[in-house]
């Protein structure tokens, strides 16, 4: 089969439309303007007579007007099949409803979130060349209500110091970096010679910063190294403004399960002032004040798995008071992070890690929650609910007490939450559209279509949000939190409680 190494182009729309066909091998393919390469991407070769499984959508207008070359071993039939567009490429498979997920490609942690001017801001790690982990770079999109969003382009694209792997962001309230106080400052880890990066060979994990004035709608990299290699991987900067003691501090992971924080008053220059070992934890963290139900707040250090720690902090040391506990009662969850700039309430996106079987993106967000801090016999524990604007829109559908049975199949095209007041029971199973979920009290087991979960604790009440795909099911006023993949695709069919004893219940459809 012939293939050619080079394909030029003139650019006269703000979209370069790249074909992918999933495959296991993909090639380097470089671009660049005039002699200048400017991005790096690993693609699948499409050979004659393949079709396109769909298109990645590659932001292009700083470079409308110029000649783009493409350099790569490629067929023929592969740049052929390239275009250009006004829009961004869509899809037409089905998606979750509520839950986000990307247009297409792979999706993991949450990235750069901040709340600016009505706008919920959801960057996310991504690749739009393949349903598996690569190329990493920041997807985007917004919202004004946590639940219904919009995708907007590729945020930062990788460059020769590397890929871009996950960080953090806030509004630029001090006017700093030359910046007016309206711009937006994102922090993120510039992963030179990682696996996904061929071009940045030799590089090194260093911690840099990108920033938006025009809200958002476009992310410019600084170029300079904030935070030096501090050790081999460090990632992740979580960055907060800490106000009792004037600065702004960075949480970082280093590697193997060490964590540190770091301080800064402009930005740019950082101090190390403490390195945290943890036995378990690891990437992610999320060093930041959480208010306490008795009043008050506590610190915690929230990590990947979902492990946080709960103590003090100063600006400059965390003091750990607590053992980990676990956020999640299972392992699909993780990466959670939470939102700056949010006035009084702490909201968390967590990264659901599902296959999507079938369909051509991988990976969604879970619906965020708002974190609360109990205070029990053994130390404070997170209370995740469900967000305020989910409850909001809930629409009632049913309203069954003390009753043992009932069903309901009028409800379609809508995902649902059904709360259970379940005290008396020892048997339950419900039904809903499809997904069978069963307790046992005896033996204390919590099944989801055959998958089984140990639960550490009698069950008093549920909280089950389904939507395509996905069973989040939170129980005991949302202190436990489970988390299921489905294969659920029809938004209709039956919905059902049966117990051995009376239960008292609450549907309502959300849209």
Same mark, same amino acid.
């Given at each position: 089969?012939?293939? +050619? ?98 247009? +297409?490609? @792979? ?27 690569? +190329? ?92 030096? +290699? ?39 220059? @950082? ?27 506590? @610190? ?205 219940? @609450? ?5």
């Amino acid at each position: 089969m012939q293939k +050619n190494t080079s394909y030029k182009t003139k650019i006269e729309h703000p979209f370069l439309l790249i074909p992918v066909k999933i495959k296991e091998n993909a090639e380097r393919l470089s671009f660049y303007i005039e002699e200048q390469k400017v991005l790096e991407y690993r693609v699948f070769p499409l050979e004659e007579g393949e079709t396109v499984d769909y298109y990645a959508s590659l932001p292009v207008t700083p470079w409308i007007g110029k000649t783009i070359r493409l350099e790569g071993n490629y067929p023929e039939a592969f740049y052929t099949q390239i275009k250009q567009a006004d829009d961004p490429a869509e899809s037409d498979q089905v998606h979750p409803l509520m839950h986000f997920t990307p247009v +297409n490609g @792979w999706m993991n942690d949450p990235n750069g979130l901040v709340f600016e001017d009505g706008i919920y801001h959801l960057f996310y790690q991504h690749n739009a060349f393949g349903t598996k982990w690569d +190329n990493m770079s920041w997807g985007h999109a917004v919202s004004k209500d946590l639940l219904h969003w919009e995708h907007r382009s590729m945020a930062i694209l990788p460059d020769e110091d590397g890929t871009i792997f996950s960080g953090s962001g806030l509004c630029n309230e001090k006017g700093l970096l030359g910046l007016s106080e309206n711009a937006l400052i994102f922090f993120y880890t510039s992963a030179g010679g990682s696996a996904d990066s061929p071009w940045s060979e030799g590089g090194q994990f260093t911690q840099r910063i990108a920033y938006s004035t025009d809200h958002g709608a476009t992310l410019h990299k600084k170029g300079e190294v904030i935070v030096p +290699n501090l050790t081999e991987g460090n990632r992740d900067p979580k960055v907060y403004w800490h106000e009792e003691s004037k600065g702004y501090i960075m949480s970082l992971y280093l590697k193997n399960h060490v964590y540190a924080i770091l301080r800064s008053e402009d930005l740019e220059h @950082w101090e190390l002032t403490q390195k945290l070992p943890f036995i378990t934890a690891r990437e992610c963290p999320d060093l930041r004040p959480v208010p306490t139900e008795e009043g008050g707040e506590k @610190w915690i250090l929230f990590t990947a798995s979902g492990e946080y720690f709960t103590g003090d902090f100063d600006g400059f040391y965390f003091t750990n008071l607590s053992e980990g506990r676990m956020a999640y009662q299972n392992e699909l969850p993780y990466a959670g992070q939470t939102y700056s700039n949010l006035q009084g309430r702490v909201v968390l996106v967590h990264w659901m890690r599902t296959e999507n079987p079938g369909k051509y993106y991988t990976g969604m967000m879970g619906i965020p929650r708002e974190l609360t801090l109990v205070k029990g016999e053994e130390g404070y524990i997170l209370r995740q609910s469900v967000i305020r604007e989910w409850k909001e829109q809930r629409v009632p559908v049913r309203e069954e007490k003390e009753q043992k049975q009932w069903e309901e199949e009028a409800v379609r095209d809508a995902a649902l939450e059904l709360q259970l007041n379940i005290q008396g029971a020892l048997v339950l199973s419900v039904m809903i559209y499809g997904q069978k979920i069963s307790y046992q009290r005896k033996t204390g087991m919590l099944c989801v279509n055959g998958v089984t979960c140990k639960v550490k604790e009698d069950l008093r009440n549920l909280s089950i949000l389904a939507d395509r795909e996905i069973l989040e099911v939170a129980a005991n006023d949302d202190t436990l939190l489970y988390f299921f993949e489905t294969d659920l695709q029809d938004l209709a069919g039956k919905i059902s409680v049966e117990a051995d004893h009376n239960v008292d219940s @609450w549907l309502w459809r959300v849209q």
